[in-house]
């Protein structure tokens, strides 16, 4: 069974870090490319960054362009999001997500709260 288990999440202070981990199953994580996406209250899913399946590039949406690295271990099938500068507006239930032949496949996600 394909799983994807988020974890990492928290209430941090404006300006603070996090890094969020992606625990992969069920799939040979090395062949596929993999995402982050997020969901605030009330919006709708936000695309954030995707990983080239040996790592060597990733992409990220200006929102966080700067601010947030995507990477993986392939040998561990762990997929981050290391967070830095976080802001208030970053608050939003995070997400890993990959395309399995036909199926998007995501995690429950991680509860990410940025507050004073």
């Known amino acids: 069974e394909v799983e994807l288990v988020e974890s990492g999440g928290g209430l941090v202070q404006p300006g603070e870090s996090l890094r969020l981990a992606c625990a992969a199953s069920?799939?040979?994580?090395?062949?596929?490319?993999m995402n982050w996406v997020r969901q605030a209250p009330g919006k709708e899913v936000e695309w954030l960054s995707t990983?080239?399946?040996?790592?060597?590039?990733?992409s990220y949406a200006d929102s966080v362009k700067g601010r947030f690295t995507t990477s993986r271990d392939n040998a561990k099938n762990i997929l981050y999001l290391q967070m830095n500068s976080l802001k208030p507006e970053d608050t939003a239930i995070y997400y890993c997500?990959?395309?399995?032949?036909?199926?998007?496949?995501r995690g429950q996600g991680t509860r990410v709260t940025v507050s004073t």
């Open positions: 997500t990959t395309r399995y032949y036909t199926n998007d496949v």
């Open positions: 069920g799939f040979t994580f090395r062949w596929y490319r």
């Open positions: 990983i080239v399946d040996d790592g060597s590039s990733a």
